[in-house]
């Protein structure tokens, strides 16, 4: 089973430069979320999307922007990347019953992203 | 939101078991206790969770204090690939869609 996947695992910019960060998931889930994690600290949430055409603010928006393709697709894109963006990104998934404090979240491998 | 407070690491012998503890003072009536663990360059992964009764799993169980203040990951006999970083989050009821905070949770290192 894939269950979440992320592309590029692995990504080097230059500052200033734009790139997108690709998450697809095989669940049928409906919500979608992206985190950054730096070095020594846990995951912080970016933006979420509790439904495909809806996307909502996390934690630490500033610097990104998203895109609900459809949903299966849930996209996290950097306008202009700056060194302080240089982390690992995750892309998660969950389906999200009705009780929604039970619901797990599936995550994919990450991807790391250098900003110069 | 609710915060959880857990030690920064924690050793073990493999083959031992381990107790991942968790404080939650403020957890509300409505909140899960998850529990999910990053292998080393890998994305975190579901473990376990719970809201008011100890749960078991073919991973580990999860002890919840009867005033729901606090509680322990049980790895009952660790191996090498246990070796992990643990976070202890609380996730609302309701529709608080994907706000999961996690802390830095407890580093696991398991001895051969």
Avoid at chain 1, 96 to 116: D, K
Avoid at chain 2, 81 to 94: H, Q
Avoid at chain 2, 100 to 105: D, I, P, R
Wanted: net charge neutral; aromatic share 8%.
């Amino acid at each position: 089973n894939a269950g979440v996947t992320q592309t590029p695992k692995f990504q080097v910019l230059k500052t200033g430069q734009s790139m997108t960060l690709q998450c697809a998931q095989d669940m049928n889930h409906n919500s979608m979320y992206w985190y950054r994690q730096d070095p020594g600290m846990g995951l912080r949430l970016i933006y979420y999307s509790a439904s495909e055409g809806t996307t909502d603010k996390g934690e630490v928006p500033n610097g990104y922007n998203v895109s609900r393709l459809n949903k299966r697709e849930f996209s996290l894109r950097l306008e202009s990347a700056a060194p302080s963006q240089t982390s690992v990104y995750f892309c998660a998934s969950s389906s999200e019953l009705r009780t929604s404090g039970a619901n797990v979240l599936t995550f994919g491998a990450g991807s790391r992203l250098t900003v110069l | 939101d609710a915060k959880t407070t857990q030690p920064n690491s924690m050793e073990s012998n493999e083959e031992e078991p381990v107790h991942l503890p968790c404080n939650h003072s403020t957890i509300s009536g409505t909140d899960y206790i998850h529990w999910y663990r990053q292998l080393p360059s890998q994305g975190p992964e579901y473990v376990i969770h719970g809201l008011t009764s100890n749960v078991n799993n073919r991973m580990a169980s999860l002890a919840i204090a009867e005033d729901r203040k606090s509680s322990t990951l049980i790895l009952h006999r660790a191996t090498l690939r246990d070796a992990a970083v643990y976070y202890c989050i609380l996730r609302p009821g309701g529709t608080s869609y994907g706000k999961l905070t996690f802390g830095q949770g407890t580093i696991l290192t398991v001895h051969p």
